[in-house]
């Protein structure tokens, strides 16, 4: 808990010299990065360069070895601590203020989108059931399915059941977001429905950390764009920086590659 | 109309080339005559009388004449039990409704006192008791050998490895003879034995079928739930355990079918089941005569049982997989 008073408020996450492994693999190297309330960060990268790993260690998906990491003024928790049986509190306390959404929406099959959005506000955060309810159904006016309430998952498009994932983060009113690719596994014509909620919370003053393919999104929603490779940042700065005058060779070669078509 | 169908059916399926044909001529052929030949035994030589005779024998086995209604009684509260799981309603109401049913017709057949269960009865009982307690302790022993800590998880391997590798015989008969050894100052029924002796095996069955549901289970689902914030409690009994139950429901329901069979080997500590019930009655020199006549009725009742909780399988995954597309 390194944490100055002062900082908290204002920067959100912050990544210190964090050192993942698979094995022999490192897939993140000496990774050190902040976020701050209300910021947009779009993370780049090739597959495999360690983007989703990155932001999966903010809500304690993925573990690390060596750094240090705090969410909101919590301390992450290391490999090491969670193996002596500690930081399951840190742990819980920074997953209620950040929300996330996957690539594979991953909602519940066997419940109904409703009991999707209300079911962890009820488990959780203890609501009554109408209280979480009636949240869930703002949220579901706010992204547009209203009329879906009722429906199961499987009975919906996939930007359908992308904008219910987003609402059922939501539900939890995290303080930051965390995209994992979410418009990847989506028909190109449904993409533009899920970019739109983003767009919305963006303007709302989410602080949101993303990781995406689509280059003219992150242009256009990014305050700050991050090129990863190998698992380390190699360049970082404002979109038109990173897209127009990139400094680094390797985002150039990646940035033409992507860009090209 | 119908003809034309039938012919034009006959000859695209039975007559479509000349071996075809002669197959199809050669099996129509031999079933025919066994038929003819089965059909004319059951109706004209058979001697059913014996098993009208001894109906009571079959069906309740030596259960008190005067407390007969208490079966009736039984019989009804299992067919509700029974309706109330396969109606697509709450999952939970049926459930509930499963075992205030089943508990209230233990509870009534249970004054005239366990051992004088026996019959079709004894099968069905045994059935219901040992499959319904199954359910939870197999999935606490699911649980138990996925988790993360490994003594809990040793011991649980080690119970479910051991019972799937002995015979249900040698277990019932196992703990027939040790539980009085343990407690020898109450005395506890064979009938109760048995079919403690019959869940401790059969959980380690549900056990093995609950685990694979779990594994089918996506790893994002729970990845989803941790990144609400949920507890782990809350992540198995909510989403984990719900997915894998339906998976494994027709593997479940079958393992239903698999306790009712295999009810007929409680006769190793002395209970009268309904297969037992029917050799009982051969015994009787009277009786001896109707062989046939005894086993073609018990696997007449065998096979009308297990069609009917194979028809309600079927029934309960249609309206489990209606209820998620």
Not at chain 2, 151 to 173: D, F, H, K, N, Q
Request: glycine share 8%.
């Amino acid at each position: 808990m390194m944490v100055a008073s002062n900082d908290f408020g204002t920067t959100k996450v912050a990544f210190d010299k964090v050192n993942k492994f698979y094995g022999p693999f490192q897939a993140l190297r000496d990774v050190t990065l902040s976020v701050t309330t209300g910021e947009v960060v779009v993370l780049i990268g090739a597959s495999g360069s360690g983007k989703s790993t990155l932001i999966r260690c903010v809500n304690g998906l993925e573990t690390f070895h060596s750094g240090s990491l705090v969410v909101e003024g919590f301390s992450m928790p290391t490999i090491k601590d969670l193996e002596f049986g500690g930081g399951e509190k840190a742990l819980r306390q920074i997953r209620r203020g950040v929300g996330m959404v996957f690539q594979q929406f991953n909602l519940f099959p066997h419940k109904t989108v409703m009991e999707n959005i209300a079911l962890a506000p009820m488990r959780v955060r203890g609501k009554s059931r109408e209280e979480a309810q009636a949240t869930a159904m703002r949220l579901l006016e706010r992204v547009g399915l209203r009329d879906h309430a009722q429906k199961y998952p499987g009975m919906l498009s996939g930007g359908q059941q992308q904008r219910v994932a987003i609402a059922r983060s939501l539900a939890m009113e995290p303080h930051v977001m965390l995209f994992d690719e979410p418009t990847s596994a989506l028909d190109p014509e449904l993409v533009g429905e899920v970019l739109d909620v983003m767009r919305e919370l963006r303007t709302e003053g989410m602080t949101m950390m993303i990781v995406t393919h689509e280059m003219a999104f992150a242009r256009e929603v990014a305050d700050r764009v991050i090129y990863m490779d190998k698992g380390a940042i190699v360049e970082e700065g404002p979109p038109a920086q990173i897209f127009d005058k990139p400094i680094s060779d390797r985002t150039r070669t990646f940035l033409s590659r992507v860009l090209k078509h | 109309m119908i003809i034309a169908t039938l012919h034009s059916w006959a000859r695209r399926n039975l007559f479509a080339n000349l071996i075809d044909s002669i197959l199809s001529i050669l099996i129509v052929t031999a079933l025919g005559w066994l038929l003819t030949v089965f059909l004319r035994w059951v109706i004209w030589d058979a001697y059913w009388q014996r098993i009208y005779e001894s109906l009571r024998l079959f069906l309740v086995g030596q259960f008190p004449e005067d407390q007969t209604w208490r079966a009736w009684v039984a019989l009804a509260l299992l067919c509700t039990a029974v309706g109330a799981v396969l109606l697509p309603w709450s999952r939970r109401l049926g459930v509930a409704i499963w075992l205030i049913a089943c508990g209230a017709a233990v509870f009534v057949l249970v004054p005239p006192g366990l051992d004088r269960w026996g019959g079709l009865l004894l099968s069905i009982m045994l059935t219901v008791v040992v499959s319904t307690a199954s359910l939870p302790l197999g999935i606490l022993f699911a649980f138990g050998r996925s988790s993360r800590n490994p003594s809990l998880r040793a011991c649980c391997t080690g119970y479910i490895e051991v019972m799937r590798s002995v015979p249900l015989i040698l277990v019932v008969y196992w703990i027939w003879i040790t539980v009085p050894l343990f407690m020898p100052e109450v005395s506890i029924s064979s009938l109760a034995r048995g079919m403690i002796g019959y869940t401790v095996f059969n959980a380690a069955y549900v056990a093995e079928y609950v685990r694979s549901g779990l594994q089918a289970v996506p790893r994002g689902q729970r990845e989803a739930a941790r990144s609400l914030g949920m507890s782990n409690w809350t992540i198995s009994t909510e989403i984990v355990l719900p997915q894998a139950l339906r998976v494994v429901q027709p593997a479940l329901v079958g393992n239903v079918l698999d306790v009712f069979n295999g009810a007929t080997l409680v006769f190793i500590i002395g209970l009268m089941d309904f297969l037992r019930a029917g050799q009982l009655i051969l015994v009787d020199p009277a009786a001896s005569g109707q062989t046939n006549e005894v086993y073609l009725f018990m696997f007449a009742v065998y096979f009308v049982i297990g069609s009917a909780i194979t028809f309600g399988s079927r029934r309960m995954e249609a309206h489990m997989h209606r209820s998620t597309r």
